[in-house]
């Protein structure tokens, strides 16, 4: 298949895997399909560590228990005899902890899919799970097989739910077989493996309904924690990071990842589960992330009932306290739990058990039992643990008073799969020095993504910026012991952060009646004014009678705004940073052979710095330019990753080959002349026809938009005159009543019969208008002729512009099509800002451009001039004594 994004693949095999689940629940097909994704990766897994032992691939066939060895002639082989493959079958064993037999890996499935039945796929689970139980029980102290143990038990014995019968059965996973695949699964690309692995976890959640996508932490949450978790442990030679609520095990990977960008240092891996499902679900997504089956354990268990007993070849005399790094957790909330079942209870003793009812506080000291004295924890769990009373009340105190609570981050409502409930996150440290809380508000930070709220990146780097550093912001505060405590230990986030929303609008009564400005009202713009003083000096003047006021000095100030030089100077000061910025890419993506040896996370984390440290703009929130340069440098990823994958191995890329492969389809023209082809359409994947026009043929471009825009304007204007023509005049020969559209052909016949008959006629006339409807249509039919011989020439121009685009012109026309949309959004929230500010101010200027005191005085003139008008008229008794009295009136007014 040709090389495709990770983020394409994604989607490709989703929609394959969907459309096989038939009836199946997504929570149940899930264990399928991760299960049959993971054992594809443990075959190419054993298969490259035989290659690299310099095992010949072409012998690979003689590592079958079926084999009858007594037909091979090993003189044929790479192999000197048949004590040497048991010696590299025993290797195999002790390095990966499993061994699958040659007639079961996966590739052999696919070459020898004639011979395949369900018979065969489930016998080769079967020996896969003999194979490591034998390891495990031949093992004189605890072995890392044990983490294969039951990991493929579906596939053994629950396949009815697939189809009902072994014929259809062998037609799904076949047609499963062949999806996967489509799945890379080279060494240098276990990244991707990993990519579509939660991404699959993701999508399946999402799907899952109520209760079945609880195993999941939305990525964005995972992402949120890892960044707070491994920026306080980066500085380790290594770590050990433990989930007693593994789920997918997504939390734990998104740390070690997080990690990574500080230390390659050696991180173990620990987690527990209740149920079987997702206790096999956080086993595979940690091995197929590549990590060494020696740095994974994990457990199925009851968190509560039985801690971590880490045991010696299963003595359960032998427990030991296990004590890490990192504890995080995302436990199911607010549920029942039997204290009185409970093992190792001095997880509570110090501050007491939690109520039956709710088990929130009970997951949480677990955690904090298992923090070493360094360490640090994050716990998800729902917001009433900040207040709810009793015991929980109880051990809040406790909490409070040793400063074991570091931070409490509050969640928008929705973001999690399945509830819609108030989530806050909660930072643990077991020693610090300090007793106060940093309190962050995050509730109004999100995006909204379908039913669902979510973080966007830059929300997400603004909280851990906040925590990592412990800031106070406009959503942050740092919270005394004391004040905590007059509160009575109550930590409800809304107590000590108050959010600033959008405010009623206010009316000052000292503006409403001479018309000077408050300086409180103003007080929202004084970065503004402060920024640009002179504009200041120009619009206002303090009141002399109340300093409290400003008077207006001109009512001319959207001039005196854009007028000013420093405004003017700030408004350049946009396109020249982001020229910067672009140069500052450019210096790390020099040029197209430059892409080979890119380090992604590298590269994002240097765009990172540079925004904060170089692209900050006066007014504007820098983390809204992080998140717009962010958003494009996801599409800018994809390429990257793209190009480095078909890169060849004389570190080049072969730009035509490379595009030819992206073609999605190209439309013919047909021509006489055989060896000769025009194309009238180029659809690629990559470049968009509108991008190399653009760049390569601009006055042919500009031309045939011009074009567009004179067949636009003609259409608007027959529109306009078939509004004049009134319904008596839409006879059947030019107007479709029942479609409710005008006939053309009907049209021009009439037009023509009116021309002919040469009678003079008014230039809004029936005729008339019918006569210039149809000169329009005329002078429409050659625009777009016009236009349709502009477009094919210029879709064949850029068609053999496309395959010979020259390494220069390859990269010049990546850097605009990764940038340029950057620049425009960046240039629309400039102008946003700048609009707001404006119509901000001048709302308020506004407001109290008319006093009472000049709406008095209209009114009094009225009145006068009402009463001059009426002691003019005249008229009967009846009427002349009502206008005395009304002149009366307003005289008296």
């Known amino acids: 298949m040709s090389k495709i994004t990770k983020q394409q693949l994604g989607a490709k095999i989703w929609h394959g895997v969907n459309r096989l689940r038939k009836n199946l629940e997504a929570y149940e097909y899930k264990d399928y399909i991760l299960g049959l994704l993971l054992y594809k990766f443990l075959c190419q897994k054993q298969t490259e560590y035989l290659i690299s032992q310099d095992f010949d691939k072409d012998d690979l066939y003689l590592l079958d228990d079926q084999l009858d060895r007594s037909t091979i002639d090993l003189g044929n082989t790479g192999v000197i005899n048949w004590g040497a493959v048991d010696r590299k079958i025993e290797s195999l064993k002790e390095k990966n902890g499993f061994f699958i037999q040659h007639r079961n890996l996966f590739d052999s499935w696919v070459k020898n899919k004639q011979k395949f039945d369900i018979k065969a796929f489930q016998g080769a689970f079967k020996d896969f799970s003999d194979g490591v139980n034998e390891i495990v029980n031949k093992s004189k102290k605890s072995s890392h097989a044990s983490l294969f143990k039951g990991l493929f038990s579906k596939f053994e014995t629950d396949l009815a739910k697939l189809a009902p019968n072994a014929r259809e059965q062998t037609e799904v996973i076949s047609q499963l077989i062949d999806t996967i695949n489509e799945i890379p699964t080279t060494r240098q690309q276990y990244d991707v493996l990993g990519f579509i692995y939660e991404y699959l976890i993701a999508q399946f959640a999402s799907t899952a309904g109520k209760k079945a996508g609880e195993f999941y932490t939305p990525h964005e949450v995972s992402d949120l924690i890892s960044r707070i978790v491994a920026f306080y442990l980066q500085k380790r030679e290594k770590i050990s990071i433990y989930d007693p609520t593994s789920g997918s095990g997504g939390l734990l990977l998104n740390i070690g990842q997080e990690f990574k960008k500080y230390s390659e240092s050696a991180i173990t891996y620990y987690a527990q589960e209740i149920k079987n499902e997702t206790y096999n679900l956080t086993r595979m997504n940690l091995i197929m992330s590549n990590i060494n089956s020696n740095q994974i354990h994990v457990r199925r268990g009851d968190t509560l009932e039985d801690d971590w007993p880490l045991f010696e070849n299963e003595d359960t005399s032998t427990y030991r306290l296990l004590t890490v790094d990192a504890v995080v957790s995302n436990p199911p909330y607010s549920q029942r739990w039997e204290p009185k079942n409970a093992g190792h209870t001095e997880r509570f003793d110090e501050y007491g058990l939690p109520p039956e009812n709710k088990a929130d506080y009970a997951f949480l000291l ?24 009793g015991s929980e009340g109880q051990i809040r105190k406790k909490l409070v008073e040793k400063g074991q609570i570091d931070a409490i981050i509050g969640l928008p409502a929705n973001m999690f799969y399945g509830t819609g409930i108030e989530t806050v996150i909660i930072i643990l440290k077991k020693l610090r020095d300090e007793r106060d809380i940093l309190f962050v508000d995050a509730s109004n930070l999100f995006v909204k993504d379908g039913k669902n709220n979510r973080f966007a990146k830059s929300h997400i780097k603004k909280i851990a910026d906040i925590v ?198 190209v439309g013919s023209i047909n021509q006489k002349e055989k060896d000769f082809r025009r194309i009238k359409s180029l659809k690629s994947k990559f470049f968009s026809n509108d991008l190399i026009e653009q760049k390569f043929f601009p006055d042919e471009f500009a ?15 027959v529109k306009e005159l078939y509004q004049i023509i009134s319904d008596e005049d839409k006879t059947n020969e030019i107007y479709n009543d029942e479609k409710n559209t005008w006939i053309q052909s009907g049209i021009k016949k009439l037009a023509k019969t009116f021309k002919d008959s040469k009678e003079s006629r008014e230039k809004d006339s029936f005729e008339s208008l019918i006569i210039q409807i149809n000169e329009k249509y005329s002078d429409i039919e050659k625009l777009k002729k016009d236009l349709a011989n502009l477009k094919n020439d210029l879709a064949n121009n850029s068609y053999n512009q496309y395959l010979n685009l020259n390494e220069k012109d390859f990269y010049d026309l990546l850097i605009s099509k990764w940038w340029e949309k950057f620049i425009q959004n960046f240039k629309e929230k400039s102008e946003e800002f700048v609009d707001e500010q404006i119509s901000g101010i001048s709302g308020i200027l506004n407001k109290y451009k008319h006093t009472f005191v000049d709406i008095q005085k209209k009114v009094s003139d009225l009145e006068t001039k009402m009463s001059t008008f009426l002691d003019e008229l005249e008229g009967n008794p009846a009427d002349m004594e009502a206008i005395k009295k009304l002149s009366n009136i307003l005289k008296a007014n």
């Open 468 to 665: 990592n550093n412990r800031l106070e912001t406009e959503i942050s505060k740092i919270i005394s012991f004391e004040e905590i405590e007059k509160n009575n230990f109550n930590l409800n986030i809304s107590r000590y952060v108050e959010l600033t929303g959008k405010k009623e609008e206010e009316h000052d009564l000292f503006s409403l009646v001479f018309g000077s400005i408050s300086k409180k009202e103003l007080k929202h713009f004084d970065s503004f004014f402060l920024n640009f003083p002179k504009i200041n000096e120009k619009m206002f003047k303090e009141n002399q009678e109340n300093s409290d006021y400003y008077n207006l000095l001109s009512q001319d100030y959207i001039n005196i705004i854009y007028n000013d030089s420093d405004f003017q100077n700030y408004l350049e000061s946009f396109e020249t940073k982001v020229r910067d910025f672009i140069n500052f890419f450019k210096s790390k993506v020099s040029d197209i052979n430059s892409i080979k040896n890119i380090n992604l996370i590298e590269l994002e984390k240097d765009i990172t710095e540079y925004i904060f440290s170089s692209l900050k703009f006066p007014l504007i929130d820098t983390y809204d330019v992080y998140q717009i340069i962010i958003d494009n440098f996801e599409n800018v990823k994809e390429d990257l990753e793209l190009l480095r994958e078909n890169f060849s191995d004389s570190d080049s890329l072969d730009i035509k080959e490379f595009l030819n492969d992206q073609i999605e389809s």
């Open 366 to 389: 677990h955690d904090l039992y298992h923090i070493k004295k360094d360490g640090i924890g994050a716990v998800i769990l729902p917001h009433g643990v900040l207040f709810r009373g």
């Open 703 to 717: 031309q045939l938009n011009k074009i567009q825009d004179q067949i636009d304007q003609i259409e608007s204007e």
